[in-house]
């Protein structure tokens, strides 16, 4: 696997986000044209991208933010977890309890009492997990 992909609506947020969980930016850039049309199915696309890497360098995250078409917003907007498609993304982290509170200052939201599952950018469930012992 090459990489995951999540839709957002505000790039620069969501790749603080992600930044704060660790990982790098690589690179950003606008995807348009013909070929970018074809290879999403979406014509008139136009969009710009972030790929984010992971610490280890072995896994890759793209946030992507539409300009045209823009994009959809799914009902509801936070779904359960038992919701077809995107499940989550999860995360190996040294201390939750310090992860949790720098994330709260990106707008992730603790999903009940189990500090390991927050809601992050475009609603997503992030799930971090800490070796014990």
């Given at each position: 696997?090459d990489n ?7 790039l620069?947020a969501?790749v ?7 990982m790098a930016l690589e690179?950003k850039?606008?995807?348009?044209g013909?070929?970018?049309?074809r290879t999403v ?7 710009e991208?972030?790929m984010?890497r992971?610490p280890d360098?072995?896994s890759?995250?793209?946030l992507?933010?539409?300009?045209t078409?823009?994009a959809v ?11 077809l ?6 995360f190996?982290?040294?201390?939750i ?5 720098r ?10 009492e ?6 992050g950018?475009a609603?997503?469930?992030v799930a971090?997990a800490?070796?014990i012992g």
């Open positions: 696997m995951v992909a999540i839709v957002v609506d505000d620069d969501a603080a986000f992600f930044t704060e969980l660790g690179g850039g606008q995807i348009e013909a070929w970018a049309d199915g979406v014509g008139d696309l136009r969009s991208i972030a984010m992971t360098g072995h890759k995250l793209e992507t933010k539409y300009h078409p823009a917003v799914a009902e509801p907007a936070n779904p359960p977890p038992n919701t498609g995107l499940h989550r993304v999860m190996a982290v040294d201390d309890h310090d992860t949790v509170a994330l709260r200052a990106h707008g992730a939201e603790l999903l009940g189990v500090a390991q599952y927050l809601r950018p609603g997503i469930i971090l800490e070796q």
